[in-house]
């Protein structure tokens, strides 16, 4: 996401969740939900109550690869660019973001991909390095995002998703049709992340072809998805978010 909003869905993807200013962790919450299932905003005051892998430090260490991007205006409109960082102080070029613990003792973050082990980001200059394009790097890397796409795909079209409540990071959650995700998650990776031809796979499936089922149904009421034995009535639905 980078340069004018004007026909660019990656900027304006980013715009929808960047506040005016170094506000970022609206965009941290969304790319997090959309792009590795995991909701992380419970953790931006306090540790994970349901995952214990998902600490406070970790939120703000994922939040810290934004810290570069800045929502500017421009003659045509708005713009996402990046600058450099000079952290919570606005002196220091290398001073990590500063925040509070649940007992109010401040304490500050670098840049580092959940559950990595590299060593966290410290440059807060682009010309060092681009915190963003490290993200996108790890994230696409990750186990989660391949599956994480996959699951919105398939929900987008049946109206409901493997994993429920939907972007719930519990530990221990399963999907429901773990075999199904995993098999459909490893084609997408190996198609090159095609997201046309995953929605193929899906939409010639037997189960997208059989009769639609309303969601009055009483297998349905009862059931969710009822194993996903054929789509629901979506008309009456809102509709997922897609990145």
């Not at 559950?115 to 394009?133: C, F, L, M, T, Y």
């Not at 972007?167 to 997408?188: C, I, Q, V, Y």
């Amino acid at each position: 996401a980078q340069g004018d909003a004007k026909n660019n869905p990656a900027v304006n993807f980013m715009l929808a969740h960047q506040s005016q200013g170094r506000a970022q962790v609206a965009a941290t919450d969304k790319l997090c939900r959309m792009f590795l299932n995991a909701e992380m905003q419970c953790a931006r005051c306090h540790d994970h109550p349901f995952d214990a892998r998902l600490t406070q430090e970790t939120y703000w260490e994922t939040a810290a690869f934004l810290t570069q991007m800045r929502k500017v205006k421009t003659p045509s409109g708005w713009a996402i660019v990046d600058r450099d960082d000079f952290g919570t102080d606005g002196k220091s070029i290398d001073e990590a973001d500063l925040f509070y613990t649940a007992n109010r003792n401040g304490s500050v973050a670098y840049a580092r991909f959940p559950g990595s082990d590299e060593p966290a980001i410290q440059s807060g200059r682009v010309k060092d390095v681009n915190r963003r394009v490290k993200l996108a790097e790890a994230v696409v890397d990750s186990e989660q995002f391949a599956a994480s796409v996959t699951e919105q795909l398939w929900k987008r079209v049946f109206g409901t998703g493997f994993i429920r409540p939907s972007g719930m990071s519990r530990k221990g959650t399963n999907p429901s049709h773990r075999e199904l995700l995993d098999g459909l998650a490893r084609e997408f990776r190996q198609s090159g992340f095609d997201v046309k031809k995953s929605l193929r796979w899906i939409l010639r499936s037997s189960a997208f072809e059989r009769e639609e089922r309303k969601r009055t149904d009483p297998l349905i009421a009862r059931q969710g998805s009822d194993a996903f034995s054929s789509f629901m009535d979506l008309r009456s639905a809102p509709r997922p978010e897609l990145g």
